[in-house]
């Protein structure tokens, strides 16, 4: 059984960040910014920040975050966001979620300009994406992509299987896996809390990818003999960090499968320095 090395492949990746910003630097004369807007002081989204505040000063990208308190009115969020979009030392802005209660993660997500959505949540790049057309993607599922290509697994002529229909991972990685293309062209099946007979479902995939939130909710005989498994879940319990699979007794079965740590999130970062290097260079023309 192969471990899917998200931490591993990231580096590679910043690596290669890295020496395309300093080329490119070289001659713009300035490097790919990147603006986080951090609302509130609530724990994960801090340590998440800071993760990607190190991983921009790593590859060579400016770096800034704007931390508002937990009572910012709507109406100032957004003009913060509207002074970020017309910025022209800001490549990308992140929002980083969840939003205090209050306010519209929505409304706010949809004021970001397109081409500065490097979280790719905006409706014009889900737009984009839905019709197979160029542009920011959504970091996690991208990530995913991206994981199964540096390992060569193609998803070709597959079965696929996805749990979960979030706009955030589900949604956006069936449409990735159903691209044209050696690492998309599968047969995908979209499954979530109203799927009947979800187990037998999940029996059928070549790959198998869990989103769902719920931890060491797939067990070894949920998945067919030598498939791929991908684990994006990630959930705090009285073990330590938990995925979505049950790590002993999925990997007695699969022949690939991501770690919970080490595995998709560091790959979602390291798609996010991405988008804003493609934003960058976008941007310079």
């Given at each position: 059984?192969?471990?899917?090395?998200?931490?591993?492949?990231?580096?590679?990746?910043?690596?290669?960040?890295?020496?395309?910003?300093?080329?490119?630097?070289?001659?713009?004369?300035?490097?790919?910014?990147?603006?986080?807007?951090?609302?509130?002081?609530?724990?994960?989204?801090?340590?998440?920040?800071?993760?990607?505040?190190?991983?921009?000063?790593?590859?060579?990208?400016?770096?800034?975050?704007?931390?508002?308190?937990?009572?910012?009115?709507?109406?100032?969020?957004?003009?913060?966001?509207?002074?970020?979009?017309?910025?022209?030392?800001?490549?990308?802005?992140?929002?980083?979620?969840?939003?205090?209660?209050?306010?519209?993660?929505?409304?706010?997500?949809?004021?970001?300009?397109?081409?500065?959505?490097?979280?790719?949540?905006?409706?014009?790049?889900?737009?984009?994406?839905?019709l197979g057309l160029p542009g920011l993607r959504p970091c996690t599922p991208a990530g995913v992509i991206e994981l199964l290509r540096r390992y060569g697994l193609s998803t070709r002529g597959?079965?696929?299987v996805v749990i979960g229909r979030s706009n955030i991972v589900g949604k956006p990685l069936s449409v990735l896996l159903g691209l044209k293309g050696e690492y998309g062209d599968a047969t995908?099946?979209?499954?979530?809390?109203?799927?009947?007979?979800?187990?037998?479902?999940?029996?059928?995939?070549?790959?198998?990818?869990?989103?769902?939130?719920?931890?060491?909710?797939?067990?070894?005989?949920?998945?067919?003999?030598?498939?791929?498994?991908?684990?994006?879940?990630?959930?705090?319990?009285?073990?330590?960090?938990?995925?979505?699979?049950?790590?002993?007794?999925?990997?007695?079965?699969?022949?690939?499968?991501?770690?919970?740590?080490?595995g998709v999130g560091p790959m979602t970062i390291a798609m996010l320095l991405s988008n804003s290097v493609q934003a960058y260079c976008s941007h310079l023309g």
């Amino acid at each position: 059984m192969r471990i899917l090395d998200g931490k591993a492949t990231a580096a590679a990746i910043r690596a290669e960040l890295k020496t395309k910003i300093d080329s490119l630097a070289a001659k713009a004369g300035r490097r790919p910014g990147l603006a986080v807007i951090l609302v509130g002081d609530d724990g994960p989204s801090q340590t998440y920040v800071r993760n990607k505040e190190r991983a921009c000063i790593e590859v060579g990208m400016h770096s800034e975050v704007q931390r508002l308190p937990a009572d910012t009115p709507q109406t100032e969020l957004l003009a913060r966001i509207e002074v970020l979009n017309a910025r022209a030392d800001i490549d990308g802005i992140l929002l980083q979620l969840p939003l205090p209660a209050g306010l519209d993660s929505r409304l706010c997500l949809e004021r970001i300009a397109p081409d500065k959505d490097v979280d790719g949540f905006h409706p014009m790049n889900m737009g984009k994406l839905m019709l197979g057309l160029p542009g920011l993607r959504p970091c996690t599922p991208a990530g995913v992509i991206e994981l199964l290509r540096r390992y060569g697994l193609s998803t070709r002529g597959k079965k696929a299987v996805v749990i979960g229909r979030s706009n955030i991972v589900g949604k956006p990685l069936s449409v990735l896996l159903g691209l044209k293309g050696e690492y998309g062209d599968a047969t995908v099946t979209l499954c979530h809390s109203a799927t009947p007979d979800l187990a037998e479902v999940c029996r059928t995939a070549d790959f198998l990818f869990v989103a769902a939130g719920k931890p060491e909710f797939l067990t070894g005989d949920m998945v067919k003999q030598g498939a791929v498994v991908v684990d994006v879940g990630i959930s705090v319990t009285p073990k330590g960090l938990r995925g979505d699979c049950d790590f002993a007794s999925v990997s007695a079965v699969a022949s690939a499968l991501t770690p919970v740590p080490g595995g998709v999130g560091p790959m979602t970062i390291a798609m996010l320095l991405s988008n804003s290097v493609q934003a960058y260079c976008s941007h310079l023309g």
